[in-house]
């Protein structure tokens, strides 16, 4: 076994890690076990992942049932292409996500991940419409303050001003209406869904789908907004026949306190891209559901089948992975403990809304976000974790947290105790 000296040189040497430097890396952490709400680092050091490794560890790290359905599936076959062959993981995958899916999202297409999830997506709103002989209906609508991915296709529909605004010259241009602003638990205002209204009436005849997160807009936001815009913008889809897409990567299998946050409006969409939670996140693995309409429309027009085919689509391993963590939900209290995360996360971080340096807290199920003024840098972020044994990693102007659903209560009380210290700029300049 290679030393924690050892694994940080070459690390240091070869490894480029996302969104950082290779002359001026943040700090690293060798890791070598993981389980529960826990990371166990080289040296002996436990961090609480206070992040469910970006929001996908929803039954906790190294789940005994999820590993030894990846070690059960690996004993028959790893890997076998989706074209020409099909197998059980994958059909008892399909059906348990059809059961569970809101409205008659029936139709499976399997993916990589969640950025090839949301480009399927598109590619199924744009065919659709040119199925139905509509040929100037070849781009995409969605608000600003989204974020769906960083392939190319996936950028192109985040907002222009975001985190992958530097490749605006790569990208095919979208339309845009303006963020919603209604909070979720407050009051809708009508005139809030005037620029989408706007939007849909003027380029009508050149969208093919509306994209968006449901009800909260994730990376380029951390923003919860009202339910009541998800309800009108299905009913201005239908009136103008545009396919309407809902990206649930992160927030779909229970992370807001619903399955999928769609059922907050009550309404389904025509297309729903789902990852991260899919699999539990032990292996990397996404879906696009959709509807008899639209994949017949699709199956029916002129190239008579879905122009996609990933390598790896429906990977026997993630989809056996995929069918025991769809069955964990079933087998344990969820919405409970999410709620339990929720309330407790209500009145641990309150307080700090009277803190000057604080702009806003926001929380719903397992998300909790504290807006600052400013983050401290990351070597100040590498001594907090240190010294509290909690992983945290602020980006933006967010400070935020969404812990495995099994999280335990004195892990919470540790998590929101480290986040208060970062609020409070406890570990600021030291």
Same mark, same amino acid.
């Given at each position: 076994?290679?030393?924690?000296?050892?694994?940080?040189?070459?690390?240091?040497?070869?490894?480029?890690?996302?969104?950082?430097?290779?002359?001026?890396?943040?700090?690293?952490?060798?890791?070598?076990?993981?389980?529960?709400?826990?990371?166990?680092?080289?040296?002996?050091?436990?961090?609480?992942?206070?992040?469910?490794?970006?929001?996908?560890?929803?039954?906790?790290?190294?789940?005994?049932?999820?590993?030894?359905?990846?070690?059960?599936?690996?004993?028959?076959?790893?890997?076998?292409?989706?074209?020409?062959?099909?197998?059980?993981?994958?059909?008892?995958?399909?059906?348990?996500?059809?059961?569970?899916?809101?409205?008659?999202?029936?139709?499976?297409?399997?993916?990589?991940?969640?950025?090839?999830?949301?480009?399927?997506?598109?590619?199924?709103?744009?065919?659709?419409?040119?199925?139905?002989?509509?040929?100037?209906?070849?781009?995409?609508?969605?608000?600003?303050?989204?974020?769906?991915?960083?392939?190319?296709?996936?950028?192109?529909?985040?907002?222009?001003?975001?985190?992958?605004?530097?490749?605006?010259?790569?990208?095919?241009?979208?339309?845009?209406?303006?963020?919603? %602003?209604?909070?979720?638990?407050?009051?809708?205002?009508?005139?809030?869904?005037?620029?989408?209204?706007?939007?849909?009436?003027?380029?009508?005849?050149?969208?093919?789908?509306?994209?968006?997160?449901?009800?909260?807009?994730?990376?380029?936001?951390?923003?919860?907004?009202?339910?009541?815009?998800?309800?009108?913008?299905?009913?201005?889809?239908?009136?103008?026949?545009?396919?309407?897409?809902?990206?649930?990567?992160?927030?779909?299998?229970?992370?807001?306190?619903?399955?999928?946050?769609?059922?907050?409006?009550?309404?389904?969409?025509?297309?729903?891209?789902?990852?991260?939670?899919?699999?539990?996140?032990?292996?990397?693995?996404?879906?696009?559901?959709?509807?008899?309409?639209?994949?017949?429309?699709?199956?029916?027009?002129?190239?008579?089948?879905?122009?996609?085919?990933?390598?790896?689509?429906?990977?026997?391993?993630?989809?056996?992975?995929?069918?025991?963590?769809?069955?964990?939900?079933?087998?344990?209290?969820?919405?409970?403990?999410?709620?339990?995360?929720?309330?407790?996360?209500?009145?641990?971080?309150?307080?700090?809304?009277?803190?000057?340096?604080?702009?806003?807290?926001?929380?719903?199920?397992?998300?909790?976000?504290?807006?600052?003024?400013?983050?401290? %840098?990351?070597?100040?972020?590498?001594?907090?974790?240190?010294?509290?044994?909690?992983?945290?990693?602020?980006?933006?102007?967010?400070?935020?947290?969404?812990?495995?659903?099994?999280?335990?209560?004195?892990?919470?009380?540790?998590?929101?105790?480290?986040?208060?210290?970062?609020?409070?700029?406890?570990?600021?300049?030291?």
């Amino acid at each position: 076994m290679m030393s924690a000296e050892a694994i940080l040189a070459l690390d240091r040497k070869h490894v480029w890690h996302p969104y950082d430097s290779m002359t001026n890396p943040v700090p690293v952490n060798p890791v070598v076990r993981a389980e529960g709400c826990r990371i166990t680092l080289a040296d002996g050091t436990t961090l609480v992942d206070a992040l469910s490794s970006w929001w996908c560890v929803c039954h906790g790290h190294n789940h005994p049932a999820l590993t030894e359905a990846i070690r059960r599936q690996s004993e028959k076959f790893n890997q076998v292409m989706f074209a020409g062959f099909t197998h059980e993981p994958a059909v008892r995958l399909a059906e348990l996500l059809s059961e569970a899916a809101p409205g008659d999202l029936d139709r499976v297409f399997f993916a990589d991940s969640g950025s090839v999830a949301v480009e399927c997506a598109a590619k199924m709103a744009v065919q659709y419409q040119l199925a139905r002989g509509r040929r100037s209906r070849t781009r995409m609508a969605t608000v600003r303050g989204g974020y769906h991915g960083d392939t190319a296709g996936a950028m192109a529909l985040c907002d222009p001003e975001g985190m992958n605004r530097l490749f605006s010259g790569l990208l095919v241009q979208h339309f845009f209406a303006e963020k919603p %602003t209604c909070r979720f638990d407050g009051v809708f205002a009508e005139e809030d869904f005037a620029s989408i209204e706007e939007l849909i009436r003027q380029r009508e005849g050149e969208i093919a789908g509306f994209i968006l997160e449901p009800i909260f807009q994730g990376a380029n936001a951390m923003n919860f907004y009202h339910p009541e815009y998800l309800r009108k913008l299905r009913a201005l889809c239908d009136r103008y026949d545009i396919v309407l897409v809902f990206d649930e990567v992160a927030t779909g299998f229970g992370r807001l306190g619903k399955f999928f946050a769609a059922e907050f409006a009550g309404v389904a969409p025509d297309v729903m891209c789902v990852g991260k939670g899919l699999t539990g996140g032990s292996i990397t693995l996404s879906a696009v559901l959709t509807t008899g309409r639209i994949a017949d429309a699709i199956s029916r027009g002129e190239e008579g089948r879905f122009m996609h085919g990933p390598t790896f689509m429906a990977n026997p391993l993630a989809c056996a992975a995929g069918v025991v963590s769809l069955e964990l939900f079933k087998q344990y209290d969820w919405a409970g403990a999410v709620g339990r995360i929720e309330s407790k996360f209500r009145e641990g971080l309150a307080p700090l809304r009277n803190l000057p340096q604080v702009k806003d807290v926001r929380v719903l199920g397992a998300v909790a976000v504290v807006e600052l003024e400013s983050l401290p %840098t990351y070597e100040e972020m590498q001594r907090m974790v240190r010294s509290t044994g909690v992983w945290l990693r602020p980006f933006g102007h967010w400070l935020y947290s969404m812990p495995p659903f099994v999280i335990q209560e004195e892990e919470l009380s540790q998590v929101i105790s480290a986040m208060r210290l970062v609020a409070e700029g406890s570990f600021r300049g030291k």
